[in-house]
């Protein structure tokens, strides 16, 4: 059974029960429909005429993961910290620990490398010389080379003493850090991809997928270490932001960056189940830790960059999991309309009915008038962009400014002369709206006609 058909404040009828609840009846008011008939579109309109608003291009490809039985968690956060309980001093916890995988001497040809590196005897000096090192071993192909590195310019960057300085030295490391993970995600992408999937690409030589997993997570772990390090707690708050996302980019391309590079969408049976345990615990750990950034505005963001990359993947009980999360409203309506975006584009319609009907219940939480009115639009020009005009014209229920229905309205039969599905418009404009609006709308959608036409024609021209 779908998690999604689980949600607990809607049925799965759509959207029409939440608007009865949260707005006033109106002519306009339809049920939501599953949007899984023939007009689904996948364009964004927003910046055409008559759009209702901004919104946001829908998000990738990819497969949903598995659950892992058993893993280890990546870190024992001080119980303090956990949501709700009181917010400890963040230069006490957690505290730095160097795996093991880091703690061997380099060998004779590392050695030529880092030799001049490690002749500097000043700490910050050394330690931007050594993260320069692991930065440039991303391009030289030889990130195990940058993850010894990494870790021996964080402890030089501790020993700084200029406050100012070691938050500079800190930050410097975290983006190395941050750097080398992802792109260890990267070489376990591309070893895994079989020749079925990507056969001209050439097998990637020396890649243990299990030890690239274990460096990519000692090094977000050695990265969140640092940022409690940090004094600076602007600095401290964009780091831990940084790490948030990046983790949940990794995660996003283990699952998916195999099958993009052949332009296909992700099978999830043809990725090993350990990189589909692992890239779910790494969402599961960017969650916990987006909920301790102390500033509420960075750490909302984080969630919903953390939905953004889990829904791209395809990880979408993930992603509803960060989107819920997020304590604003406002916010939360971004991510649950980046989990419909990409509910739409992998074809689960129910789904990405469901996430929409989250989207609109929070936009109706929103206290102030302009916002909402400003969401509503971007939740209009969403469902437009992917052909549920049903669900379009259901939704400018949720307008309080009673000059904005009849610009949404306008919109909707616009897209629908675009796409040829005028022959329906024609039907809901002659039922619903009132007799003065309904001059405007057969106006609007005789220009997507139009529109639709010179569309064509060009494109028979330029053959």
């Not at 960057?157 to 190395?176: A, H, K």
């Not at 460096?215 to 940084?242: D, H, K, M, P, V």
């Not at 969401?375 to 209009?380: A, E, K, P, T």
């Amino acid at each position: 059974m779908n998690l999604l058909r689980s949600r607990e404040f809607l049925p799965a009828v759509g959207l029409g029960l939440l608007f009865w609840f949260t707005a006033p009846t109106t002519t306009f008011a339809q049920g939501i429909s599953s949007g899984s008939g023939s007009g689904t579109g996948t364009g964004r309109e927003s910046g055409g005429a008559g759009a209702t608003g901004t919104g946001a291009e829908a998000g990738g490809l990819g497969a949903t993961s598995g659950r892992p039985s058993s893993f280890p968690p990546l870190l024992n956060l001080d119980p303090r910290l956990e949501r709700g309980g009181p917010r400890p001093d963040p230069m006490l916890v957690p505290r730095i620990t160097i795996p093991e995988s880091a703690r061997g001497t380099f060998t004779t040809e590392e050695n030529a490398l880092v030799r001049d590196a490690l002749a500097i005897t000043d700490p910050g000096e050394r330690s931007l010389a050594l993260v320069r090192l692991a930065r440039s071993s991303i391009f030289l192909g030889r990130p195990d080379l940058g993850h010894n590195a990494i870790f021996r310019g964080a402890e030089d960057s501790l020993r700084e003493t200029n406050p100012t300085i070691r938050d500079q030295r800190l930050t410097n490391v975290i983006i190395g850090a941050l750097a080398l993970a992802e792109e260890h995600m990267r070489e376990i992408a591309v070893a895994q991809a079989s020749p079925d999937v990507i056969p001209v690409l050439p097998a990637p030589k020396n890649i243990d997928r299990k030890s690239n997993l274990e460096r990519g997570r000692s090094e977000w772990q050695l990265a969140y270490e640092l940022a409690f390090q940090i004094r600076n707690r602007s600095a401290r708050t964009e780091n831990l932001y940084r790490i948030v996302e990046s983790e949940s980019l990794g995660s996003s391309v283990l699952v998916r960056e195999s099958f993009r590079l052949s332009q296909v969408r992700p099978d999830p049976t043809k990725i090993p189940p350990l990189t589909r345990d692992f890239a779910d615990q790494f969402l599961v750990l960017a969650i916990k830790q987006a909920m301790t950034i102390e500033r509420p505005a960075l750490r909302d963001r984080a969630l919903v960059a953390i939905a953004s990359n889990a829904a791209a993947s395809g990880q979408f009980d993930r992603a509803i999991e960060a989107a819920r999360s997020i304590p604003q409203p406002e916010v939360r309506t971004d991510g649950f309309l980046k989990i419909a975006e990409n509910e739409a584009v992998f074809g689960q319609q129910e789904a990405a009915t469901l996430a929409y009907s989250e989207a609109a219940k929070a936009i109706s939480m929103v206290p102030n008038a302009d916002p909402r009115e400003i969401l509503v639009g971007v939740l209009i020009d969403s469902l437009i962009a992917f052909g549920r005009f049903d669900d379009a014209r259901a939704s400018v229920v949720l307008y309080s400014n009673p000059a904005n229905p009849p610009i949404a309205l306008a919109a909707v039969a616009e897209s629908q002369g675009k796409r040829n599905r005028a022959e329906s418009a024609r039907e809901w404009i002659a039922k619903e709206p009132s007799a003065e609006l309904r001059s405007l709308l057969y106006r609007k959608l005789n220009d997507g006609v139009l529109a639709s036409e010179e569309q064509k024609r060009a494109a028979a021209l330029a053959r």
